[in-house]
C-alpha cells in the first residue's frame, strides 16, 4: 500500500511530463512539414 502513494504520483507526473513535451512540440512547430522532408530525400542533389 505504501508503494502505491509513490507509484501513482509518479506515474501521474511522468504522464504530465509527457503531456508538456507534446504539446511543446505543437506549439513549436515541429509537425508543420511533414511531406517536405519527405520529397526531400527523393530529390537528386546537383553538384557544382
Same mark, same amino acid.
Given at each position: 500500500?505504501?508503494? @502505491?502513494?509513490?507509484?501513482?504520483? @509518479? =506515474?501521474?507526473?511522468?504522464? %504530465? @511530463?509527457? %503531456?508538456? =513535451?507534446? %504539446?511543446?512540440s505543437l506549439k513549436s512547430g515541429q509537425y508543420e512539414d511533414l511531406d517536405g522532408a ?5 530529390? +537528386?542533389?546537383? +553538384? +557544382?
Open positions: 500500500m505504501n508503494l @502505491l502513494l509513490i507509484l501513482i504520483p @509518479l =506515474a501521474l507526473g511522468l504522464g %504530465l @511530463l509527457g %503531456l508538456g =513535451a507534446f %504539446l511543446w519527405a520529397e526531400r530525400i527523393l530529390e +537528386d542533389e546537383e +553538384d +557544382d
